[in-house]
């Protein structure tokens, strides 16, 4: 009686460890084989993601573009600076993620803003000319992520191809 007991309950928790280890099977190949609607909504929410980073990206470059050259300190630059870095970076793993995208103009714009940004500590560049050196940079990124971002607006698919 005692060891009748003692199966009921094991039972159930072996049951229960069956139901949930099915529940962890890989679920990615439905992505995987393009069949199925799991593909285009983790597509969907990559090119959702990268349009998310775009503004970011975006918002972070009117910050440094904000700055008053006449009144802004080389600390207030790099951290500001330091803002739009970290959207960059989440642009480039965004882009990573989604498909169709043609982020070739984006990113060869970032070398120019990355150069600027770069020549800031230790150049002896004063505050004003290193705020108007990286916002004139700022203009061509701001462009190739106007390009991108129309795209965004209602569809599925931000670009046209990678390269």
């Avoid at 803002?83 to 714009?109: H, I, M, P, Q």
Wanted: proline share 4%; net charge negative.
């Amino acid at each position: 009686m005692r060891k009748a007991a003692l199966l009921v309950p094991l039972g159930a928790l072996v049951l229960l460890l069956a139901l949930g280890l099915a529940g962890c099977g890989d679920s990615s190949s439905d992505s995987e084989s393009g069949s199925g609607g799991g593909a285009t909504t983790s597509q969907d929410t990559a090119n959702a993601a990268l349009c998310a980073s775009l503004n970011d990206l975006q918002e972070a470059g009117s910050d440094l573009k904000s700055l008053d050259p006449k009144n802004t300190t080389l600390t207030q630059l790099s951290t500001t600076a330091a803002g739009l870095g970290a959207a960059w970076t989440a642009v480039k793993a965004a882009a990573a993620d989604a498909k169709d995208v043609d982020t070739s103009a984006l990113s060869d714009s970032w070398d120019g803003v990355k150069t600027a940004l770069a020549a800031i500590p230790g150049s002896g560049t004063s505050p004003s000319a290193a705020v108007e050196s990286v916002t004139s940079a700022l203009e061509p990124l701001q462009q190739a992520a106007d390009d991108l971002k129309p795209q965004c607006e209602g569809s599925t698919t931000t670009g046209a191809t990678t390269s």
